[in-house]
């Protein structure tokens, strides 16, 4: 058969490329039966989870003895690292103060008691978060089942862009390996993070699963944590968002967040 | 037919096979021994039917992408308890579920990883956050 | 083609060798890097973006610059800017080069770059950066190495790259409006949420481009034998003159915005920019330096008579492409994360391992640059003779 070399190299080239339709051709033809994954059955299900912080109740936890229990409480069961610098610092739920976790809300008159008082702050879980918008491989993806914003730390590639996008200063990222600063006892059931990755809070999904309330809101003596599922109509959250007034942290940027402060 | 620059040439080729071959021989000599799993850990012990989520043979070839189904099934799915096909149910987690039978990473996971050449902390990086159960060693 | 990088005179090999040895030094510190983490880096939680996505965002203006010469030339018969194009054409592949290295020296976790591929968002501005990207670096190698090899050929280029040039027009505005998207969009930084942003980058681009391509122009002249002509140089200081203009009028627009409507967070990086706010002023001088080099090269620009003198124009050349690097390079990524959301002032300085790592993939970039204009100017030299 006559052929000139470059048509041979032409067909020869295209022929290589119909070789790597192989591993997919054996996936089609292969019967699937795939084993079944589910819920568990005792997981506390939502559709939209949110969280109610009265600081009030905090505060008059404070007056009586320095209580850092929800912050402690998170950390732990986490294994959130411990990093003695500002600039690389990781942290899921902290505190700081009115005008720094509500910017742009002060003023010389109406809020002067406020000014210099601790609140809690921590990721907004946004019904319309930008972190989630600009993630370029969907490492971070708000779950459509129960609205959590959550982390892929598989799939991270720690381009920090979720972190110039959240308005909220909420995300931490790994600078350096965590595991030597976890200066808390070793949560056993919960994974380390690696460094290289962004990590924050997760409205506790894997304690959720397992049919307990966040760590958070567990640990709050005073109970001034409350969660719950803002789409059922007899949640607590739902119930006190509905009846009086909430304050929730730049609320003008449309982000819609899921944190409602009593204030 | 005449060969242009022989000694560049073939000396560059010898670098080149050499270097191509080298995992054929640099380990030569040094056979490692074959993998011993252990599994005699307390819980295994304890079992009446010594059973895995997968047969033995499935695991062994697809623990890796079950691990990995498990992953995005949990995270990016929300549903942790896996129905195996014989309809027992297992929870999805490596800490909480596998570790917990097979507590003996170092005479079980390590030995097939190792011998492989598979080098722990780099490939599979499991380890690194998914923390190892401790060991009495 | 390309043996002909890999002849030259001695200067030719001393620059090179003095490049790999800068390209090692940055490999070295990118060595570290990877062990330890971006811990070595002045990257912190508040300002999580630093230097290397600066250096990224400054480059692609540079990069999309080669639509300067490409679309008067090919669109509009501008034909003093016929022996120019392939010079900027070369000068976009060896940008495009550095803004992905930069991109790839700043993920903390690399080897999963793949993820993006794998998994593409077309929600994520950043996944049409990488689409913009890659496309502008393939369309520009095509074009500009077929064009210079049918040059060599004494031949027309064959007929499928007119479309590919054709593209690449578009496709350079594309480059850096999605790479300004990449700030614009995001709501809680009010420094970067304006909608001028993708402007500003084409003005600053279109100023700084062509800049740097008169004076590689010039030092192509002198140390080759290749002449890309006065005229197209003239015509190229013309556009470099009212695309400075328009930055500034830009930059003024900002300043208007800002504090005519006195809203404390539009103020805020503008004042902390340039006069510092409780103290925190790290980049006040580097900002004051951007404008004094900013004036000085309009005052040059705008007059013809220090327009058309050479020296006075390199002169100008070199302050518009210093100011623009220090208002893109500096300025606008490091000032969109100050004051944080918490209205806290933490400032950044990037440390000596990450100066070192920048300095490595400028030098890759400046290599390829001279690789490939060795090329486009041996392959000249011999068809000209």
């Given at each position: 058969?006559?052929t000139?070399?470059?048509?041979?190299?032409?067909?020869?080239?295209i022929?290589?490329?119909?070789?790597?339709?192989?591993?997919?051709?054996g996936?089609?033809?292969?019967?699937?039966?795939?084993?079944?994954?589910?819920?568990?059955?005792?997981?506390?299900?939502?559709?939209?989870?949110?969280?109610?912080?009265?600081?009030?109740?905090?505060?008059?936890?404070?007056?009586q003895?320095?209580?850092?229990?929800?912050?402690?409480?998170?950390?732990?069961?986490?294994?959130?690292?411990?990093?003695?610098?500002?600039?690389?610092?990781?942290?899921?739920?902290?505190?700081n103060?009115?005008?720094n976790?509500?910017p742009?809300?002060?003023?010389?008159?109406?809020?002067?008691?406020l000014?210099?008082?601790?609140?809690?702050a921590?990721?907004?879980?946004?019904?319309?978060?930008?972190?989630?918008?600009?993630?370029?491989?969907?490492?971070?993806f708000?779950?459509?089942?129960?609205?959590?914003?959550?982390?892929d730390?598989?799939?991270?590639?720690?381009c920090?862009?979720?972190?110039?996008?959240?308005p909220?200063?909420?995300?931490s990222?790994?600078?350096?390996?965590?595991?030597?600063?976890?200066?808390?006892?070793?949560?056993?059931?919960?994974?380390?993070?690696?460094?290289?990755?962004?990590?924050k809070?997760?409205?506790?999904?894997?304690?959720?699963?397992?049919?307990?309330?966040?760590?958070?809101?567990?640990a709050?003596?005073?109970?001034?944590?409350?969660?719950?599922?803002?789409a059922?109509?007899n949640?607590?959250?739902?119930?006190?968002?509905?009846?009086?007034?909430?304050?929730?942290?730049?609320?003008?940027?449309?982000?819609?967040?899921?944190?409602?402060?009593?204030v | 037919?005449?060969?242009?620059d022989?000694?560049?040439?073939?000396?560059?080729?010898?670098?080149?096979?050499?270097?191509?071959?080298l995992?054929?021989?640099?380990?030569?000599?040094?056979?490692?021994?074959?993998?011993?799993?252990?599994?005699?850990?307390?819980?295994?012990?304890?079992?009446?039917?010594k059973?895995?989520?997968?047969?033995?043979?499935e695991?062994?070839?697809?623990?890796?992408?079950?691990?990995?189904?498990?992953?995005?099934?949990?995270?990016?799915?929300?549903?942790?308890?896996?129905?195996?096909?014989?309809?027992?149910?297992y929870?999805?987690?490596?800490?909480?579920?596998c570790?917990?039978?097979?507590?003996?990473?170092?005479?079980?996971?390590?030995?097939?990883?190792?011998y492989?050449g598979?080098?722990?902390?780099?490939?599979?990086?499991?380890?690194?956050?998914?923390?190892?159960?401790?060991?009495?060693? | 083609?390309l043996?002909r990088?890999?002849?030259?005179?001695?200067?030719y090999?001393?620059?090179?060798?003095?490049?790999?040895?800068?390209?090692?030094?940055?490999?070295a510190?990118?060595?570290?890097?990877?062990?330890?983490?971006?811990?070595?880096?002045g990257?912190?939680?508040?300002?999580?973006?630093?230097?290397?996505?600066?250096?990224?965002?400054?480059?692609?203006g540079?990069?999309?610059?080669?639509?300067?010469?490409?679309?008067?030339?090919?669109?509009?018969?501008?034909k003093?800017?016929?022996?120019?194009?392939?010079?900027?054409?070369?000068?976009?592949?060896?940008?495009?080069?550095?803004?992905?290295?930069?991109?790839?020296?700043?993920?903390?976790?690399?080897?999963?770059?793949?993820?993006?591929?794998?998994?593409?968002?077309?929600?994520?501005?950043?996944?049409?950066?990488?689409?913009?990207?890659?496309?502008?670096?393939?369309?520009?190698?095509?074009?500009?190495?077929?064009?210079?090899?049918?040059?060599?050929k004494?031949?027309?280029?064959?007929?499928?790259?007119?479309?590919?040039?054709?593209?690449?027009?578009?496709?350079?505005?594309?480059?850096?409006?999605?790479?300004?998207?990449?700030?614009?969009?995001?709501?809680?930084?009010?420094?970067?949420?304006?909608?001028?942003?993708?402007?500003?980058?084409?003005?600053?681009?279109?100023?700084s481009?062509?800049?740097l391509?008169?004076?590689?122009?010039?030092?192509?002249?002198?140390?080759?034998k290749?002449?890309p002509?006065?005229?197209?140089?003239?015509?190229?200081?013309?556009?470099?003159?009212?695309?400075?203009?328009?930055?500034?009028?830009?930059?003024?627009?900002?300043?208007?915005?800002?504090?005519y409507?006195n809203?404390?967070?539009h103020?805020?990086?503008?004042?902390?920019?340039?006069?510092?706010?409780?103290?925190?002023?790290?980049?006040?001088?580097?900002?004051?330096?951007?404008?004094?080099?900013?004036?000085?090269?309009?005052v040059?620009l705008?007059?013809?008579?220090t327009r058309?003198?050479?020296?006075?124009?390199?002169?100008?050349?070199?302050?518009?492409?210093?100011?623009?690097?220090?208002?893109?390079?500096?300025?606008?990524?490091?000032?969109?994360?100050?004051?944080?959301p918490?209205?806290?002032?933490?400032?950044?300085s990037?440390?000596?391992?990450?100066?070192?790592i920048?300095?490595?993939?400028?030098?890759?970039?400046?290599?390829?640059?001279?690789?490939l204009?060795?090329?486009?100017?041996?392959?000249k030299?011999?068809?000209a003779?």
């Amino acid at each position: 058969m006559k052929t000139s070399r470059r048509s041979f190299l032409k067909t020869g080239g295209i022929a290589a490329l119909g070789l790597y339709a192989l591993p997919f051709a054996g996936e089609v033809l292969a019967e699937s039966d795939l084993p079944k994954a589910i819920h568990n059955p005792n997981a506390l299900r939502g559709e939209h989870w949110a969280m109610v912080v009265d600081m009030q109740k905090c505060w008059k936890q404070q007056e009586q003895k320095q209580c850092k229990e929800c912050l402690v409480a998170c950390h732990t069961v986490h294994n959130v690292p411990e990093i003695d610098s500002i600039k690389e610092e990781i942290k899921w739920i902290w505190t700081n103060n009115y005008e720094n976790v509500f910017p742009g809300q002060t003023d010389d008159f109406n809020t002067q008691n406020l000014l210099g008082k601790p609140f809690i702050a921590l990721c907004n879980h946004c019904t319309n978060p930008p972190c989630v918008r600009v993630c370029p491989t969907k490492a971070t993806f708000k779950r459509a089942e129960d609205g959590i914003v959550m982390m892929d730390f598989h799939r991270c590639i720690g381009c920090r862009y979720c972190m110039a996008g959240c308005p909220y200063g909420a995300r931490s990222f790994n600078f350096r390996d965590p595991q030597p600063y976890i200066k808390t006892e070793l949560n056993m059931k919960f994974p380390t993070r690696e460094r290289g990755v962004v990590e924050k809070c997760n409205f506790c999904a894997e304690r959720l699963a397992d049919g307990l309330l966040p760590a958070c809101v567990e640990a709050c003596k005073a109970g001034a944590l409350s969660f719950g599922d803002l789409a059922d109509p007899n949640s607590v959250v739902r119930k006190i968002v509905s009846s009086r007034f909430t304050m929730r942290r730049k609320p003008e940027l449309g982000t819609q967040p899921n944190v409602y402060y009593i204030v | 037919m005449k060969i242009y620059d022989a000694r560049y040439i073939l000396i560059g080729l010898a670098i080149f096979v050499a270097l191509f071959t080298l995992p054929f021989w640099y380990n030569m000599g040094k056979a490692a021994p074959a993998p011993e799993l252990k599994l005699d850990t307390p819980v295994i012990q304890q079992m009446a039917v010594k059973q895995c989520v997968l047969p033995k043979a499935e695991m062994r070839t697809g623990h890796m992408q079950m691990l990995n189904d498990w992953r995005t099934w949990v995270v990016r799915d929300g549903l942790r308890t896996y129905v195996a096909a014989d309809g027992k149910t297992y929870n999805m987690s490596l800490q909480k579920e596998c570790m917990n039978c097979h507590s003996n990473k170092t005479k079980f996971c390590d030995q097939c990883h190792t011998y492989a050449g598979l080098k722990v902390g780099s490939v599979p990086y499991c380890w690194t956050c998914h923390i190892a159960p401790k060991e009495n060693q | 083609m390309l043996e002909r990088a890999l002849t030259g005179d001695k200067r030719y090999y001393r620059w090179i060798m003095f490049l790999l040895v800068l390209m090692g030094l940055g490999f070295a510190s990118y060595l570290y890097q990877f062990n330890k983490g971006l811990t070595i880096t002045g990257m912190s939680r508040d300002v999580s973006w630093g230097f290397y996505i600066a250096q990224f965002t400054f480059l692609v203006g540079v990069a999309a610059s080669a639509v300067m010469v490409v679309l008067p030339y090919y669109l509009h018969d501008v034909k003093v800017f016929g022996k120019i194009t392939i010079l900027g054409e070369f000068l976009a592949i060896a940008s495009v080069t550095m803004c992905l290295l930069f991109i790839v020296v700043d993920l903390g976790k690399p080897m999963r770059l793949l993820n993006v591929l794998l998994y593409p968002t077309p929600n994520s501005v950043l996944f049409w950066d990488m689409v913009v990207l890659n496309g502008y670096l393939f369309l520009n190698l095509l074009i500009g190495w077929n064009v210079l090899e049918a040059e060599r050929k004494g031949v027309h280029y064959p007929n499928w790259v007119k479309p590919l040039i054709y593209l690449s027009i578009p496709w350079a505005v594309s480059i850096h409006t999605v790479t300004a998207f990449l700030y614009a969009g995001l709501p809680g930084r009010h420094y970067w949420l304006t909608a001028i942003m993708a402007a500003r980058f084409l003005a600053s681009a279109f100023a700084s481009g062509p800049a740097l391509l008169i004076l590689l122009a010039f030092l192509v002249k002198k140390y080759t034998k290749f002449d890309p002509g006065k005229e197209a140089i003239d015509k190229l200081s013309q556009i470099i003159t009212y695309a400075m203009l328009i930055s500034l009028f830009f930059v003024g627009l900002e300043v208007f915005t800002a504090f005519y409507s006195n809203i404390p967070t539009h103020m805020e990086a503008l004042e902390y920019l340039f006069f510092g706010i409780h103290g925190h002023g790290r980049l006040v001088p580097f900002m004051w330096l951007f404008l004094i080099l900013a004036i000085v090269a309009v005052v040059l620009l705008i007059n013809p008579k220090t327009r058309k003198n050479e020296k006075t124009l390199k002169i100008a050349c070199l302050a518009t492409f210093f100011s623009m690097w220090l208002e893109k390079g500096l300025g606008l990524v490091i000032a969109g994360f100050i004051p944080n959301p918490f209205n806290e002032l933490r400032e950044y300085s990037p440390t000596i391992p990450e100066l070192m790592i920048a300095l490595g993939v400028w030098a890759t970039g400046i290599f390829v640059l001279t690789v490939l204009y060795k090329i486009a100017t041996s392959v000249k030299e011999e068809t000209a003779s």
